[in-house]
Nanobody, 120 residues
Framework: QVQLVGSGGGLVQAGGSLRLSCVAS????????MGWYRQAPGKQRELVAR???????DYADSVKGRFTISRDNAKNTVYLQMNNLKPEDTAVYYC??????????????WGQGTQVTVSS
């Protein structure tokens, strides 16, 4: 089994910064994609940023230039540095990873979600 545990959310004023972390653990052989999605009340879950196999990155247009995703492969950890936060960034942020397990089964996993609230 594979677990993703995210942390780092909280309440911040507009213009402030937060750093999210997500650690993957369990029966992991390899991890291809790791990333972050978010879901605001009444809205669908959307991609925020992801690191595709290797170091290629992909960002939502709304966060380009403000958010930076990075990854520590040795620690099976993905980070999301969020700067110049805006009230519209308020959402529950979910960590996501595509993992090949020790039984060489490939599947997508989700973290439990961490709340980010940006006040105006």
């Amino acid at each position: 089994q594979v677990q993703l545990v995210g942390s780092g959310g909280g309440l911040v004023q507009a213009g402030g910064s937060l750093r999210l972390s997500c650690v993957a653990s369990g029966s992991i052989f390899s991890i291809s994609n790791m990333g972050w999605y978010r879901q605001a009340p009444g809205k669908q879950r959307e991609l925020v940023a992801r690191i595709i196999s290797g170091s290629s990155t992909d960002y939502a247009d709304s966060v380009k230039g403000r958010f930076t995703i990075s990854r520590d492969n040795a620690k099976n950890t993905v980070y999301l540095q969020m700067n110049n936060l805006k009230p519209e960034d308020t959402a529950v942020y979910y960590c996501n990873a595509v993992v090949s397990t020790l039984l060489l089964r490939r599947a997508e996993y989700w973290g439990q979600g961490t709340q980010v609230t940006v006040s105006s």
